[in-house]
């Protein structure tokens, strides 16, 4: 006789498997044996789906707050739908903060307002060196390129040093540049905005989640930044270097083919005082939204936020079509 131990469904199980020299004593043990294998085979199928459905409990305790709405690591934000014109999610609206290199958008526009030659070349100089915070730029002092890569760079790529050349090379310099950013921020009724430099390097450069709302409605009006800031990656000839170089879309989300993510207008931003920033223009469950994330601490915690939303969305969606209902509201 041969004793086995089993653990199935966390009780320990014994078999008894007789052993002799006969056949049918070997058929039996068989069939014991086999027994055995099928109850632990249920009790593992059981286990599983339970974990399942514990995983599934606890992401959904994680990533959706009281009444249903996304639990968001951003300290900021707005979900906008345009198609209603109205908010779906807010969180701080009006908390004035530093927005970092979401600046670049206003940048774009007031380029683009001023409707100067794109093809005019412009060389990055010692001037539009970054020396508040001493970033790093793969854009070398010396590099020639036209106003419309240097744009497409700054857009996509948050090239500081072609932001900078950008407004330095404006009608009337820097000074005048950052004026018009702030006159175009009143006219589009961004009242809790304002801006210091063309880049969103100074901590100086607010505005509030409504308002960059407005900024995103506004930007989604030029097709030339609905392409640069939706760019995966462009490639550039740079003074000094044999090969050309490849810059990249700062959105992990633009740059994944396989993000499942319909986005029209993309912008990231980030210094140690706004935290971690993102604002969108995408297309979710058919529905025309904006979405703003400011101040979102860790790596890729506005990321995880976007995609937070992305599934409150679409699950309040179906959700309420299933309902007899009409969308989200």
Not at 32 to 53: G, L, N, P, Q
Not at 57 to 84: I, Y
Not at 145 to 161: G, K, Q, V, W
Not at 277 to 289: D, E, T
Request: hydrophobic content about 35%; charged content about 25%.
């Amino acid at each position: 006789m041969r004793i086995s131990w089993i653990m199935a469904g966390g009780m320990l199980l014994t078999s008894l498997v007789f052993t002799g020299y006969s056949d049918a004593s070997s058929t039996q043990g068989d069939q014991s044996a086999a027994k055995t294998a099928a109850v632990s085979k249920h009790h593992h199928k059981v286990r599983h789906k339970h974990r399942r459905k514990i995983r599934k409990a606890a992401h959904r305790r994680e990533t959706v707050g009281a009444g249903g709405l996304p639990r968001l690591q951003s300290s900021a934000a707005m979900v906008f739908d345009e198609d209603d014109s109205k908010a779906l999610f807010t969180k701080n609206p009006g908390v004035s903060q530093p927005i970092a290199s979401i600046t670049k958008l206003m940048t774009a526009m007031v380029l683009l307002d001023a409707n100067l030659p794109g093809d005019e070349k412009i060389t990055v100089t010692e001037a539009d060196v970054d020396t508040l915070r001493n970033s790093s730029s793969r854009l070398r002092v010396g590099t020639t390129l036209s106003r419309r890569e240097m744009l497409r760079l700054a857009l996509m790529s948050s090239e500081n040093r072609a932001a900078f050349a950008l407004a330095r090379t404006y009608p009337g310099g820097t000074q005048a540049f950052v004026a018009a950013m702030n006159r175009k921020a009143a006219q589009l009724g961004m009242r809790h905005t304002h801006f210091v430099d063309p880049t969103g390097l100074h901590s100086d450069n607010v505005s509030t989640a409504a308002d960059l709302v407005e900024l995103v409605k506004a930007g989604y009006r030029y097709q030339t930044i609905r392409n640069f800031t939706t760019t995966a990656s462009y490639d550039v000839d740079v003074r000094g270097r044999r090969h050309s170089v490849e810059f990249r879309n700062t959105n992990a989300l633009v740059r994944n083919k396989n993000s499942r993510w319909h986005i029209g207008l993309s912008k990231t931003g980030y210094i140690n005082e706004s935290g971690r920033c993102l604002v969108m223009h995408a297309n979710i469950a058919n529905k025309s939204l904006i979405i703003v994330l400011l101040d979102s601490w860790g790596r890729d915690s506005r990321i995880g936020d976007a995609n937070r939303i992305k599934r409150w969305i679409e699950n309040t969606t179906v959700s309420r079509y299933s309902r007899g209902g009409n969308g989200v509201s």
